[in-house]
């Protein structure tokens, strides 16, 4: 735990909670933009005199963005979970950085190899699964809200009985094969991955593969195309041995990057659960894929945003992180894996010169051919920007302004529009000097800046969100 400090806004605990608030808005919102944005994302850092000592282990905050009629509303809320009841009682709870158990570890090794009790902070991503809205973490604990009222309804459980130690937070909704695909990795001899789907109107996992993890490794997202699942195994290993350290924090004490083992990226059939492939390239650590498809000469083509060691994970701690803005966080590379199956082989280059991070692709598009990625551009001090790359031709268009921290950027596709970019980008961010939170609206084609409506306060940074048509 880390002692309390004087934060930057993007690090600093929000205690209040707004219900249908009006922004102000600057410019235009598009008439035919009609759902509702749902992002996720730690709103505390603190509970009684401590701090938490990673930016994955602030609490749970909802955050609603409702669109209509070129108006939007704001809402945001805690999940009332355990940890939450815990903090506002002066405890934290063992999480991804944070570990409270200190010498009681060692008698949780039977039955948990060593990992935290799972918390149930679900503070990473959101997900619609058999109707309900659900708040997703790594840890195997996922919590249902209203996505109207941001209320907590209690905890979400699957109709199955698959083996989870770690859990994808990172859910690949494919709109074309109505269902979402993820996977659970399992510790023991040997240690699997069970990568699953589940239907649309089902809440059991359908087991499409187990295969076998060389570690195991900490993989956080994955990708589909029509036909594959595919993951990438790097060499930052969860270490059972290393958690047994009564002075390790939390679940990040696992992890353990040897660079002389490679990256290894797991090509599974969706249909039969067959390995097809397991190709392996120099080491390197993602935490984001951006989408993947078949090409024309039926390779496999995966994008995604690469890190050439783990130092991103540590640098994300609040030690690192307490100050203004992000300083000294590595940037990521938007790279284009090519994967023969056939061969076993798999060629790598990178699309994009600048630095990006949360990535995403247009709804339509996942698991087939797209051409443009929008994401966060981060190799500038003293802001964040938004990029549109041009994953094809490799060039790209950028937005940036002053001390403004673009975070996760969210293309809306125009209703019947017939172009992959018709349409809006819409992205929370940051005005550092203002020290307040303001909803951006770009062109999808042009990222001309179109609207932007202030929030009543400094959202502290989030991690992932999804829109929701007609919510």
């Known amino acids: 735990m880390t002692e309390l400090t004087n934060p930057g806004p993007g690090f600093r605990s929000l205690g209040t909670e707004y219900d249908d608030y009006r922004p102000e808005v600057e410019g235009s919102i598009p008439g035919w933009l009609s759902g509702t944005l749902l992002r996720n994302g730690p709103g505390r850092f603190e509970a009684g005199d401590s701090r938490v000592n990673h930016w994955f282990d602030g609490l749970a ?3 609603r963005y409702a669109f209509e009629g070129g108006e939007v509303r704001y ?4 999940l009332r979970t355990d940890a939450y ?3 506002a009682e002066g405890r934290l709870t063992g999480q991804f950085g944070t570990d409270t158990r200190g010498w009681r570890r060692l008698f949780d ?4 190899f060593g990992l935290p009790e799972p918390t149930d902070n679900a503070n990473v991503h959101v997900a619609r699964i058999d109707g309900e809205y659900v708040a997703l973490t790594e840890a195997p604990r996922r919590i249902v809200f209203d996505p109207e009222t941001l209320e907590t309804h209690g905890e979400f459980t699957f109709g199955d009985d698959l083996t989870e130690h770690i859990t994808a937070a990172h859910l690949v909704d494919d709109p074309h094969r109505e269902e979402v695909v993820g996977f659970a990795t399992q510790f023991g001899v040997p240690p699997q991955y069970h990568v699953y789907r589940v239907p649309d109107g089902s809440r059991r996992r359908e087991r499409i593969a187990s295969i076998e993890a060389d570690g195991p490794a900490y993989i956080h997202d994955c990708s589909v195309t029509a036909q594959h699942v595919l993951l990438v195994e790097s060499p930052l290993q969860l270490s059972v041995l290393r958690a047994l350290n009564p002075f390790a924090d939390g679940a990040i004490g696992m992890l353990n990057w040897d660079p002389d083992r490679r990256t290894r990226v797991l090509v599974v059939d969706r249909d039969s659960g067959d390995l097809l492939a397991d190709p392996t390239l120099e080491a390197a650590f993602t935490f984001h894929h951006i989408n993947a498809y078949v090409g024309d000469d039926r390779e496999i083509v995966l994008d995604l945003v690469e890190f050439p060691n783990a130092d991103i994970v540590g640098s994300l701690s609040m030690a690192e992180l307490d100050g203004v803005g992000f300083p000294d966080v590595p940037d ?5 894996y090519r994967i023969d199956t056939d061969a076993n082989t798999v060629e790598r280059s990178r699309r994009y010169d600048g630095g990006i991070e949360l990535p995403r692709v247009v709804r339509s598009r996942v698991g087939r051919q797209h051409r443009y990625a929008y994401g966060q551009a981060t190799d500038r001090e003293g802001a964040n920007g938004l990029v549109k790359v041009d994953c094809e031709s490799g060039t790209a268009r950028e937005w940036w302004e002053r001390s403004v921290y673009v975070e996760e950027p969210i293309p809306v596709r125009r209703p019947g529009g017939d172009a992959e970019d018709d ?4 992205a929370t961010a940051l005005d550092i000097e203002r020290e307040r939170t303001a909803l951006l609206f770009f062109d999808a084609a042009t990222l001309d800046l179109e609207a932007r409506a202030w929030l009543p306060h400094a959202e502290p940074f989030g991690f992932h969100g ?5 919510v």
């Open 61 to 63: 905050m909802l955050r």
């Open 75 to 78: 809402s945001n809320r805690f």
């Open 109 to 112: 090794t039977v039955t948990s």
């Open 423 to 426: 349409g809006v980008v819409v």
């Open 85 to 87: 009841a815990d903090a």
């Open 332 to 336: 990521g590379r938007l790279m284009r």
């Open 466 to 470: 999804r829109y929701f048509r007609g």
